[in-house]
């Protein structure tokens, strides 16, 4: 079994994980902040959480990278490694000699379980964002439960960036629809 190697910083209104390993691969921050990494091309991912204002948080995540156009293969097969194919390139001797693309640069959506502290009753709404921060899917709401909110993030939400938003809330009746 691989095992799991990481960088980290862990500040009260920042935290950064850069870490190698396979899915089911977790980083706790002092706080409680707790990164779940899923399955990622390469093995690897970064996440970053940053306070943007009260009761608001910035969080990106990235993994596999490459220009549009860029054309990634094994070096000794000469086959095309694309995360789409759900490929694992971290074992392969890889290449883009024959094209390297150009901008903008795409980017593995990466899949993650993201753990936050929250006091009770708080509402989180966690918004997926384009590259211009606006809204890019419907938003995810997360009633905070045993003091965390606990999320996935995903290739289905087509963003690396998200934002989540944390609000009082009191709770709401058995089956009630969330705000």
Known sequence: MRRSEFYAVDTPRTKFLSQFGPAGTAHRFADGTTFTLGETMMGWAALSLTETATNEWLLAA????????????DYAKKTPIRPEDEVKAEDLKITTMTAMGD??????GVRATIRLPAPANRLARVIPLDGNALPATEPIDVLSKDGFIVFDIGERYRTVWYKVEFREHDLPAFGTKLP
Request: proline content about 11%; aromatic content about 12%; charged content about 5%.
């Open 62 to 73: 990235t993994g596999w990278q490459q220009p549009t156009g860029a054309v990634v293969s």
């Open 103 to 108: 901008v903008p640069f795409v980017c593995e």
